[in-house]
């Protein structure tokens, strides 16, 4: 157990941080999961408008420094053409 003063915010800090970063994480899986499932029941019109909103919540994710910016393209680019792939 710390006993520094400053050593002790750290781990409160990195907690709030933890749990922060936890549910911004889950949120992207959680939109990435409805594209798919819409991909899945081949409804075209579904599917782009959770692309839409996935692709928000990836780039708000990256812009809190959640997830690289180069993970957050990867992801985005395997999902457009997943939907593309559907038409």
Do not use: C, F, P, W
Request: aromatic share 2%; proline share 0%; net charge positive.
């Amino acid at each position: 157990m710390a006993n520094i003063k400053s050593a002790k915010k750290r781990i409160l800090v990195t907690e709030t941080r933890t749990a922060r970063n936890k549910a911004i994480k889950s949120e992207v899986k959680t939109t990435i999961k409805k594209v798919y499932a819409a991909i899945d029941s081949q409804d075209q019109d579904a599917a782009k408008a959770a692309l839409k909103a996935a692709i928000s919540t990836m780039d708000k994710a990256t812009s809190k420094g959640v997830y690289h910016k180069n993970t957050t393209s990867r992801k985005i680019s395997r999902l457009q053409k997943a939907v593309n792939a559907m038409a």
